[in-house]
């Protein structure tokens, strides 16, 4: 039979209590609780973030320190990171397999008290994950350009990441030679980013390129558009070349050529 004081310690390490989950979302847990992690994309990461301190359970009755967070019950091919111990908040991250199907998959986060010096037991969660191809789209405008030679034509990009986690997504044309580029944009979770893609033509000509834009989390998780420029010689398109500097005259005629420069700026 137990003591009282002894009875007292375990009825309070035994009790109910909420920890603080502080990202991706603010939320209470408890023991056992399900936490959803919302949509992620194969062999992307998320990383979760505990705040230590609890304000009930333990010795005295008034809370404490947990001092790591693990994860296990990964699905095959997952991998993981636990927390550092005595970090302050916990963190943790669970990183899809890169060739993860689509479909609902599930983990386990433990936080623990070394030891049980505090007298907190441990907490386990239940962490649910969508994982799905689709957490990524683009945009190209205007997809067709028309100008002439000598104006720039510009492509705006955007990528959107409508995933629960940030991504990096390397950005690429092909297909316009002289004008192929590839640039990585970081892409915050739930957020879009816009880049430009500026080409100059010289000729009149036809010119296609391909925009695409791949995770580096993973080869899934990719889109690809096309893009047309046409470049074609027209007395509008020469005064705005004028702006540009492409095209020279004599200099008695620099003033009348400047003038009709300006005025075509005038004109869109």
Not at 28 to 44: F, K, R, S, Y
Not at 130 to 156: E, H, L
Not at 194 to 213: F, H, W
């Amino acid at each position: 039979m137990f003591s009282k004081p002894i009875l007292l310690v375990l009825l309070l390490a035994a009790a109910s209590f909420s920890i603080s989950v502080l990202a991706p979302q603010a939320v209470e847990v408890q023991n056992g609780d399900t936490l959803n992690l919302g949509t992620i994309g194969p062999g992307q990461t998320v990383s979760i973030v505990l705040d230590r301190k609890v304000t009930a359970g333990g010795i005295h009755g008034i809370g404490g320190l947990y001092d790591q967070a693990q994860v296990y019950d990964l699905p095959k091919g997952w991998g993981a990171s636990d927390s550092k111990l005595y970090e302050d908040p916990l963190q943790v991250t669970i990183s899809a397999a890169p060739d993860a199907t689509e479909g609902q998959y599930s983990a386990k986060v433990k936080i623990i008290d070394e030891n049980n010096g505090e007298g907190l037991g441990e907490i386990v969660l239940n962490i649910k994950l969508n994982v799905t191809y689709d957490v990524m789209n683009f945009d190209v405008s205007p997809p067709d350009i028309k100008v002439g030679p000598g104006q720039p034509a510009r492509f705006a990009i955007t990528v959107t990441n409508k995933g629960s986690t940030s991504d990096v997504f390397q950005v690429s044309s092909t297909g316009a030679k002289r004008w192929e580029f590839t640039k990585p944009v970081f892409v915050p979770a739930q957020s879009s980013k816009t880049i430009y893609y500026e080409i100059v033509p010289l000729e009149e000509a036809t010119y296609k390129a391909s925009i695409n834009v791949v995770s580096l989390a993973s080869k899934k998780i990719a889109d690809q558009k096309n893009v047309t420029l046409t470049v074609h010689s027209t007395l509008l398109g020469d005064y705005k070349a004028m702006n540009n500097g492409v095209i020279i005259f004599p200099i008695y005629e620099t003033i009348t050529y400047a003038f009709a420069g300006f005025i075509s700026n005038f004109y869109q």
